[in-house]
């Protein structure tokens, strides 16, 4: 489960759950935990040690989004710096790992995936956070969204390829072949993550799905395809890993009515705000 701002009813309703999380650092944060070590310090104890060890905290993602275009993105690695050394000092830097999530924006190349590249404007943050993962053992999280590729070229990409629904390979880039996008949009960032100097770092998929409503293909049907699709096949791996189950979090558990954006932005829910299910999928 993804929490992408500290809550406190919902993380003690997670208590004891057993429920793994990523517990998000809200962009708006990052300048003042950057720039100061003490805030930091009081972020983790109040959000995390207060919680912990009943709520099992997995991953601090320090920003979600935000490189390579925004000003906000010069504060990541400080303030993953800060959290970094705020667990560290409870002893918990080698419970919960210290990362920042990115898109397919950071990618100045992806085809074919082999050649997965950051773009230039990205590498000038994602080396040295990059190096920072490396030091720490921890992974990269990064929001796959193969549907956003797909509707905005969809003369070019096959739906049933982006809804892992080929029958055969569609992308032959040797040795590998991909029958999915899904998988050539993430062995674009391992190949990415080699050429910035982090050939160990791993991929956590920190969001993913497909939009139930108010775009193109986005259907309850689609949406549903997908996301089962999804949890069938992280288990497998990609081409460029096989066999290395791909850790995957849905995007997202509710439909967002009043969410600002493009109307498929309100429509990524496993359920309705009133908590009725838009479509119902099996998680194991």
Same mark, same amino acid.
């Given at each position: ?23 998000? $650092? ?7 935990? @950057?720039? *100061?070590? %003490? !805030? &930091? =310090? ?63 924006? $950071? ?7 082999? @050649?997965? *590249?950051? %773009? !230039? &404007? =990205? ?72 050429? @910035?100097?982090?050939?160990?770092? &791993? ?82």
């Amino acid at each position: 489960m993804r929490v992408y701002s500290p809550d406190a009813a919902t993380l003690q309703a997670l208590r004891r759950s057993n429920i793994g999380l990523i517990l998000d $650092v809200p962009n708006e944060h990052l300048q003042g935990l @950057a720039s *100061n070590a %003490s !805030a &930091a =310090a009081d972020w983790v104890r109040r959000n995390v040690v207060a919680y912990w060890p009943d709520v099992r905290f997995r991953y601090i993602a320090v920003g979600n989004e935000l490189i390579p275009d925004t000003r906000l993105a010069q504060f990541i690695l400080p303030a993953m710096r800060n959290v970094y050394a705020a667990l560290s000092s409870v002893g918990l830097r080698n419970d919960i790992k210290v990362s920042t999530a990115v898109d397919a924006g $950071v990618l100045g190349s992806s085809f074919p995936p082999s @050649a997965g *590249n950051f %773009s !230039a &404007a =990205a590498l000038v943050y994602m080396i040295p956070i990059v190096q920072f993962l490396t030091s720490t053992g921890a992974p990269l999280l990064a929001n796959i969204y193969p549907y956003f590729s797909y509707a905005s070229s969809p003369s070019n990409v096959a739906l049933s390829y982006a809804l892992f629904e080929a029958r055969g390979a569609v992308v032959l880039d040797p040795p590998y072949s991909y029958q999915n996008l899904f998988d050539a949009m993430l062995d674009a960032l391992y190949a990415a993550l080699v050429y @910035a100097g982090g050939p160990d770092v &791993a991929l956590v998929v920190s969001e993913s799905g497909w939009p139930s409503a108010g775009g193109s293909a986005a259907t309850v049907g689609n949406a549903k395809t997908y996301v089962q699709n999804l949890i069938r096949h992280a288990p497998r791996g990609t081409p460029r890993n096989p066999g290395r189950a791909i850790e995957t979090y849905v995007f997202a558990m509710f439909n967002e009515n009043q969410k600002a954006g493009a109307e498929t932005e309100k429509h990524f829910g496993l359920f309705y705000p009133n908590k009725q299910p838009v479509y119902t999928i099996q998680f194991l």
